[in-house]
């Protein structure tokens, strides 16, 4: 175990890797959303989420699989260089099927032939997902890494977005950036693999062996992508391309602020999967432990600040045309807590401990809780019905997976802690009630709300001493 890889140090890398991939679409959503309009983001996140469905299963859940199992062989170069061989074939097979079935459906429908251009553009994603190997630098705790080589392909992608839009029907050209942007994290991987000597290895190799806990990992990842994709699809089926809109960038804004925090346990995956490989499972609760309390901190005052200033935020970010999705961001600044935590007990804690099936328990439950509520929901509240629908059924995802992740895992909780956040929330949302209602310019309005609520968050904590401000000074005091 390299002790140099530090769980602090690669909690900060993440949440910079992180921030950048959702930042990216943020910095372009605002310039797009003027250019495009409603309509035209509407038309492109509907032609992006068709294709998530064929990325999803042509990863097959080797991703989060991929990373625990390098993280468990990383100190044997043989063992690295065999499982690295099985999985990178598993993976180019499965792309292979998918592309092909992804370009046969598009063809062949209707449907799809009004805008076949960006189908087929939009489609590159599945086809560069054959020489997807995140999870290789993630098994390997190689953060600052990931986080260099997206801000450097982030950037690039950034320019030509500000050089080539320029008009509402530049919307395949919008994809192709998209596309390109993806590519460029991908052929990085594959150059930098020459650094870690990792080399293909076709003697005795054993694909079979990975497939039953792979299979199990993408019934899950589809199960998740019904109530996180479906959304989207649902919408675009039942209501208009400018309902989309509005639904993609309010979920675009929470997911920025979700994908920083989670980025923190985002790094837990192959820590854990070591410390469970070394009977370590005190060890595992106490990170735990660490990790949810930090993220509880950080989830409360996002969500409670962003559904105060949704009215702000929307309208100024994406023009007046984004308007009407003022309540959908509202309501989904609820998703927050509840999709962090979820990726904490779910994606993070049960795979860390074999419990693939029970993970897959959790999200068919609220994916089956999801379809039922979108078709009751979307038909009489358009976008806003998919959130609600998402809110609930990501909920209880959430409470299924804590409820089994007790059984590993033990949480501990600081009552001074849970004092300190409570009142910390009040006098959050209290300080930004009566800048809402004093204040008329929307700019100073949304910059005071911030300023204050954040400075009276923290102040609170501080003076209650919240134990969580105590780890993060005495940090800053040693470095």
């Known amino acids: 175990m390299n002790g140099n890889k530090s769980l602090a140090k690669n909690s900060v890398y993440n949440v910079v890797y992180k921030l950048l991939n959702v930042l990216f679409p943020l910095l372009t959503a605002t310039y797009v959303a003027r250019v495009l309009l409603a309509a035209g983001v509407g038309k492109v996140s509907y032609a992006q989420n068709i294709v998530a469905y064929f990325t999803a299963i042509a990863a097959l859940g080797i991703p989060n699989y991929g990373t625990k199992e390098i993280a468990m062989v990383r100190e044997n170069k043989n063992k690295i260089n065999k499982l690295f061989t099985e999985l990178f074939l598993i993976n180019f097979i499965s792309t292979l099927v998918c592309t092909i079935a992804y370009y046969t459906m598009i063809f062949s429908v209707n449907y799809f032939q009004e805008n076949i251009q960006l189908y087929i553009v939009v489609g590159f994603a599945i086809i560069l997902n054959v020489i997807n190997v995140d999870w290789f630098y993630q098994g390997i705790e190689e953060y600052a890494y990931i986080a260099l080589r997206s801000f450097g392909v982030k950037l690039v992608s950034l ?8 008009t509402p029907e530049d919307i395949s050209i919008y994809a192709t950036i998209y596309c390109l942007g993806i590519g460029g994290n991908n052929i990085f991987n594959i150059i930098n693999l020459k650094k870690h000597n990792v080399r293909f290895s076709i003697a005795a190799i054993s694909v079979k062996r990975h497939l039953k806990p792979i299979f199990i990992l993408l019934a899950s990842v589809m199960a998740v992508g019904i109530y996180t994709m479906l959304d989207t699809t649902m919408i675009g089926i039942m209501c208009q391309d400018t309902n989309v809109g509005y639904y993609t960038n309010a979920m675009r804004l929470v997911k920025i602020l979700i994908s920083v925090v989670t980025a923190i346990g985002g790094v837990l995956l192959p820590r854990l999967s070591y410390y469970h490989s070394q009977g370590m499972n005190d060890e595992c609760s106490k990170v735990v432990s660490k990790v949810f309390s930090i993220m509880l901190f950080l989830f409360l005052p996002c969500e409670i600040g962003l559904f105060l200033v949704a009215g702000q935020v929307m309208p100024l970010l994406f023009g007046e045309s984004f308007a009407p999705g003022v309540m959908t961001l509202r309501l989904a600044s609820l998703l927050i807590g509840t999709l962090g935590f979820s990726n904490l007990f779910g994606t993070q804690v049960l795979l860390t401990f074999g419990a693939e099936k029970k993970l897959l328990i959790a999200t068919i439950t609220g994916a089956v809780t999801n379809i039922v509520l979108n078709l009751i929901l979307i038909p009489k509240l358009a976008q806003n019905g998919a959130v609600i629908a998402s809110v609930i059924s990501e909920t209880l995802v959430t409470v299924v997976a804590v409820i089994f992740s007790s059984k590993y ?15 910390a929330s009040i006098g959050l949302a209290t300080s930004v009630l009566c800048i809402q209602s004093v204040v008329s310019n929307v700019i100073v309005k949304l910059s005071l709300s911030v300023v204050m609520g954040a400075s009276v968050y923290m102040l609170i904590n501080i003076a209650t001493k919240n134990p969580i401000i105590g780890d993060v000074l005495a940090i800053v005091k040693k470095k």
Not at 159 to 166: G, L
Not at 409 to 423: A, G, P, T
Request: hydrophobic share 65%; charged share 15%; with cysteine.
């Open 159 to 166: 320019f030509c977005i500000f050089m080539f839009i320029r």
């Open 409 to 423: 895992i033990k949480i501990y909780l600081n009552r001074k802690l849970i004092i300190s956040l409570i009142l």
